[in-house]
């Protein structure tokens, strides 16, 4: 993606920092469940290896 637009101290503008923000929050908390999710099919899965074995 592009970089972010700097003002005049070399600094991020203010409003892509809070837009980068405003997208970046809701993307993680959003990738949590998934997360927690994959870990217990995970499990399942090496239980079944096991199993198998």
């Known amino acids: 993606m592009g970089e972010l ?23 993680r908390l959003l990738s949590l469940p998934a997360l927690l999710l994959r870990r217990d099919v995970s499990k399942e899965a090496d239980l079944l290896v096991l199993r198998h074995n």
Not at 5 to 27: D, E, M
């Open 5 to 27: 637009a700097h003002n005049r101290f070399g600094r991020p503008a203010p409003c892509r920092v809070i837009l980068s923000v405003i997208y970046t929050v809701p993307c």
